[in-house]
Structures are given as structure tokens and as C-alpha cells.
Antibody
Framework: EVQLVESGGDLVQPGGSLRLSCAASGFIFSNYWMDWVRQAPGKGLVWVSRINSDGSSTIYADSVKDRFAISRDNAKNTLYLQMNSLRAEDTAIYYC??????????WGQGTLVTVSS | SSELTQDPAVSVALGQTVRITCQGDSLRSYYATWYQQKPGQAPVVVIYNKDNRPSGIPDRFSGSSSGNTASLIITGAQAEDEADYYCNSRDSTGNHVVFGGGTKLTVL
């Protein structure tokens, strides 16, 4: 059974940093591209970032580029999102998602990041 | 702002058919995927590659596409279909993923 379990969400002050993790199981993690998608409270889904299967290629939404960094450790079956210079508008549930090319087929349950003073 | 446009809310009578649409120029080049999200839950794929259903998704869900518009069709809507529905695809450059703003479906 495919499982994606996010962790690391917390309350952080504006300008602060946070690292999210996503533990993957039930599939060969190193074979898949992975994404982060976020959802602000009461709002819609927004794609954040994507990483290819071996971690050599990454891409970001304009709203997080130069502040966020996606990475992965295939030996640990874990996806990461390093978030720096956090802003109030980054407050959201962050979902770890398995990307099968044309769509995202499995989603974690998400981890909540709150940016507030 | 989203490059994919959805109606914010749609309603349907129980057992009737409803069409939820998603418009965007990138849909002329890329397939749409449709996700269903119920309150407090993660999204679930209901249609991918325009008109394919994952296993476990009822066959009352179908998809279609024409020009710059993709559609999710629910034939014989059930109470449990009440949810938010999101389309997504690539943006016009093909590099980024974009989501529509979502459609809240109410089953009356």
C-alpha cells in the first residue's frame, strides 16, 4: 500500500525557516518524481515544487522560487521541503504527492505550516 | 491568478447529471486531471488523462475535452459526490503545474 506521511509543520514567525519531510513507503520511491502542493485555509490547491526521480532536476512555482528548496534522499525514501524567509501567505497545509507524469496519483494527509507572529 | 478557470460553485439534484468545466489555453496542449476533495481530507484523483478513471472510482464519473475546455461529468450524482473538485494541468509553458480555483459541488 502506497503511503506518504508528512511531518515538520509548525508555527513559525515571519522570516523564519522550516523543513518539511515526507516519508514514503509501499512503492519504489527512487522511481518516481515527487511534488509538493499546498492549500491555504479555506482556499484552493496550489502546486509548489517538483523534483525528478534522482534529485538532479527541480522546479518551483514563482511564488516560492529562491525561498524554498525541494530535495530527496532515496536511500531513506524521504522527500524534503526546506522553506526559508517564510511569509504569512505561506500559511497552508503542505501535501507530499507522487507524480506519475501526467498527474499526481497519491497524496499524503498533509502537514500544517502557520506563519504568524 | 490561476491559468485554469472553474466556476466557484455548481449544484445538482440527486440522481441528475452535472458537468463541471475547466477552461484554459494550456488545455489545448495538455490533458486535464480532476481531483475530488472532501472536507478535512486529501484530494483524490477521479479522472486522469482527460477521460480515464483510477480503479475504485465509480463509473458515473467521466471526463471529456474540447478545445480549451475540459469537463468532469457526473452521471447520476449521489449525495457522497458532494465535494470540491479541482482540475489541473500544465501551464502554457509546459514547465509548471497549475490548478483551477476549484468548484464546490452541492447535491440537492
Amino acid at each position: 500500500e502506497v503511503q506518504l506521511v508528512e511531518s515538520g509543520g509548525d508555527l513559525v514567525q515571519p522570516g523564519g525557516s522550516l523543513r518539511l519531510s515526507c516519508a514514503a513507503s509501499g512503492f519504489i520511491f527512487s522511481n518516481y518524481w515527487m511534488d509538493w502542493v499546498r492549500q491555504a485555509p479555506g482556499k484552493g490547491l496550489v502546486w509548489v515544487s517538483r523534483i525528478n526521480s534522482d534529485g538532479s532536476s527541480t522546479i518551483y512555482a514563482d511564488s516560492v522560487k529562491d525561498r524554498f528548496a525541494i530535495s530527496r534522499d532515496n536511500a531513506k525514501n524521504t522527500l524534503y521541503l526546506q522553506m526559508n524567509s517564510l511569509r504569512a501567505e505561506d500559511t497552508a497545509i503542505y501535501y507530499c504527492v507522487r507524480d506519475v507524469g501526467d498527474f499526481d496519483d497519491y497524496w499524503g494527509q498533509g502537514t500544517l505550516v502557520t506563519v504568524s507572529s | 491568478s490561476s491559468e485554469l478557470t472553474q466556476d466557484p460553485a455548481v449544484s445538482v439534484a440527486l440522481g441528475q447529471t452535472v458537468r463541471i468545466t475547466c477552461q484554459g489555453d494550456s488545455l489545448r496542449s495538455y490533458y486535464a486531471t480532476w481531483y475530488q476533495q472532501k472536507p478535512g481530507q486529501a484530494p483524490v484523483v477521479v479522472i486522469y488523462n482527460k477521460d480515464n478513471r483510477p480503479s475504485g472510482i465509480p463509473d458515473r464519473f467521466s471526463g471529456s475535452s474540447s478545445g480549451n475546455t475540459a469537463s468532469l461529468i457526473i452521471t447520476g450524482a449521489q449525495a457522497e459526490d458532494e465535494a470540491d473538485y479541482y482540475c489541473n494541468s500544465r501551464d502554457s509553458t509546459g514547465n509548471h503545474v497549475v490548478f483551477g480555483g476549484g468548484t464546490k459541488l452541492t447535491v440537492l
